[in-house]
T-cell receptor, first 111, second 114 residues
Framework: EAQVTQNPRYLITVTGKKLTVTCSQNMNHEYMSWYRQDPGLGLRQIYYSMNVEVTDKGDVPEGYKVSRKEKRNFPLILESPSPNQTSLYFC??????????FGPGTRLTVT | GESVGLHLPTLSVQEGDNSIINCAYS??????FIWYKQESGKGPQFIID?????DKRQGQRVTVLLNKTVKHLSLQIAATQPGDSAVYFCAENPAYSSASKIIFGSGTRLSIRP
């Protein structure tokens, strides 16, 4: 089944403790993105990647890192999480960029 | 349409009627416009897109209209069904940017009355 998977689905952590949210797609898509979703603010793009080793900042990249070492994986790294990064995170992939397939989401709480 | 603040605009429609969800976009140079549907507890799902050189595009039970003069986008859903209950987002892909750079609006919640 064609899908985007994210792990973990739920995470509660403390300020400053480094964490990684993994994202994997099995559709051989070139493009991958990370978004955060907050009430009333819609989805805001954090980072996106056009291909292996090619990444670029979205609208809210501060406090996040990404890497794209393999086509199928696009992990999101929070080196020192803060409470304002409490949010619902979505990973997405796309063949040509615009029609994006989203994962199920990761709900992160930073205390 | 686009929301300001913390509350999503809500559209309530009788089952079987047509729904029209509106969106105002800000970037007149955007190249592509996309509609996504997000059901409760799930990630957004692509519905339909339209290129800036088109005025109208039809899909299965959905039609997207683009009015570049007033920077307005609408999604029409024919014969609305209970499964159409969701939050609908319009999104744009700015021209001269990567196809992967997508800017989302803040969404409209569609609820269906039986």
């Amino acid at each position: 089944e064609a899908q985007v998977t994210q792990n973990p689905r739920y995470l509660i952590t403390v300020t400053g403790k480094k964490l990684t949210v993994t994202c994997s797609q099995n559709m051989n898509h070139e493009y991958m993105s990370w978004y955060r979703q907050d009430p009333g603010l819609g989805l805001r793009q954090i980072y996106y990647s056009m291909n292996v080793e090619v990444t670029d900042k979205g609208d809210v990249p501060e406090g996040y890192k990404v890497s794209r070492k393999e086509k199928r994986n696009f992990p999101l790294i929070l080196e020192s999480p803060s409470p304002n990064q409490t949010s619902l995170y979505f990973c997405a992939s796309s063949l040509r960029g615009r029609e994006q397939y989203f994962g199920p989401g990761t709900r992160l709480t930073v205390t | 349409g686009e929301s300001v603040g913390l509350h999503l605009p809500t559209l309530s429609v009788q089952e079987g009627d047509n729904s029209i969800i509106n969106c105002a976009y800000s970037n007149s140079a955007s190249d592509y416009f996309i509609w996504y549907k997000q059901e409760s507890g799930k990630g957004p799902q692509f519905i339909i897109d339209i290129r800036s050189n088109m005025d109208k595009r039809q899909g299965q039970r959905v039609t997207v209209l683009l009015n570049k003069t007033v920077k307005h986008l609408s999604l029409q859903i024919a014969a609305t069904q209970p499964g159409d209950s969701a939050v609908y987002f319009c999104a744009e892909n700015p021209a001269y940017s990567s196809a992967s750079k997508i800017i989302f609006g803040s969404g409209t919640r569609l609820s269906i009355r039986p």
